[in-house]
């Protein structure tokens, strides 16, 4: 099979022939239409994150395609579901944190030493085909296509995993901020939901496109923010945390900021001037949230409330794909198909 390879850290990606993998117990062989580049891959691929072990390094958790082949076992799959697979995909069950008996989610990958990932512990979705646990996919609504499905594997169930997270209740302000690959669904996520939305970011050219998307509001900054009454909900969806940390100015009292994304240089900090404190405001952690919000997340999409603007690249173009993640140029995902 064709496949994306990381020769090594810091190096481009190359279009290489290697064997197809065969689905073990309890797994499924995915024929992979269309796979997103998440910008954690690019962190991996950098060496920002650490370099995987397995060889060839295959990176991506944002596969979509058709089931091909069943493992021994698998009974909740059949050859010919459409299906997208996702970023942690089974646990070890017996670790501390496995024996709470939590849904399988981001938190999972982060806790279990001996968790299988997509693309750090074993091969991704980068390729025409790939192995994954038969428990970790979803069904595709029919509705979706496959290139419209890819970044809802991971940027829309972050992104909705993070809205749910905050819980916002009727007639609160929900601000997104930063309209990247995450924030232009978050935007939508929160237009769906009914709650007045404020788009935040720096970028002039993305205020008309934002109010498109569903934006009630458009400012630059924390400060712009505050201007206009602020927000209930944050949803950080950028990966700058010093951003963040200047838009708890713009934080209401009660509020929730929600740390979507990571910023691989600075860590988050409250300045030591704010009344976080006495606001009795809260920050919130969220990923992958489990299975069921992932769900949700598709089906909206599947309803026409929410849809993912795509950059589409064949399977040769790859390393461009890859390029315009990096300098910040996708409008606003970018998809390789690879059938």
């Not at 990958?109 to 979803?138: D, F, I, K, R, W």
Request: neutral net charge; contains cysteine; glycine residues 12%.
């Amino acid at each position: 099979m064709w496949a994306a390879v990381v020769p090594e850290a810091k190096a481009r990606w190359e279009l290489r022939e290697i064997p197809t993998p065969r689905p073990g117990p309890g797994q499924v062989l995915i024929r992979v239409h269309a796979c997103g580049v998440c910008h954690n891959d690019l962190l991996v691929s950098q060496g920002v994150f650490p370099f995987p072990a397995f060889d060839p390094v295959v990176v991506g958790h944002e596969a979509a395609g058709e089931v091909v082949e069943v493992g021994a076992g698998v009974t909740g799959r059949r050859v010919g579901d459409r299906v997208g697979a996702t970023w942690v995909q089974a646990t070890c069950g017996r670790c501390a944190y496995c024996r709470l008996n939590l849904p399988l989610s981001g938190q999972s990958g982060m806790n279990c030493p001996e968790a299988v990932m997509s693309g750090l512990t074993v091969q991704g979705g980068h390729a025409e085909y790939v192995v994954v646990a038969a428990a970790s996919t979803v069904l595709l609504p029919d509705a979706v296509p496959y290139e419209t499905a890819a970044p809802v594997l991971c940027a829309g169930y972050t992104a909705w995993s993070a809205l749910r997270a905050a819980d916002p209740g009727p007639r609160e302000r929900v601000a997104v901020l930063g309209i990247g690959g995450l924030g232009h669904l978050a935007v939508q996520f929160a237009r769906a939901g009914g709650f007045e939305t404020v788009a935040v970011t720096s970028s002039p050219d993305k205020h008309r496109l934002a109010r498109t998307l569903g934006a009630d509001h458009v400012v630059a900054d924390g400060d712009g923010l505050r201007a206009i009454g602020g927000a209930d909900v944050v949803l950080v969806t950028g990966t700058s945390y010093r951003a963040a940390a200047g838009a708890l100015q713009g934080l209401r009292p009660n509020g929730r900021m929600v740390l979507a994304t990571i910023d691989p240089v600075e860590p988050f900090a409250i300045p030591p001037t704010s009344p976080f404190w006495a606001q009795r405001q809260q920050v919130i952690g969220a990923t992958h949230n489990g299975l069921d919000r992932l769900t949700e997340a598709l089906d909206l999409v599947a309803s026409g409330a929410v849809t993912p603007l795509v950059e589409t690249f064949p399977k040769e173009r790859v390393a461009e794909a890859l390029d315009r993640v990096e300098r910040g140029e996708a409008r606003f995902r970018a998809v390789v198909t690879y059938a």
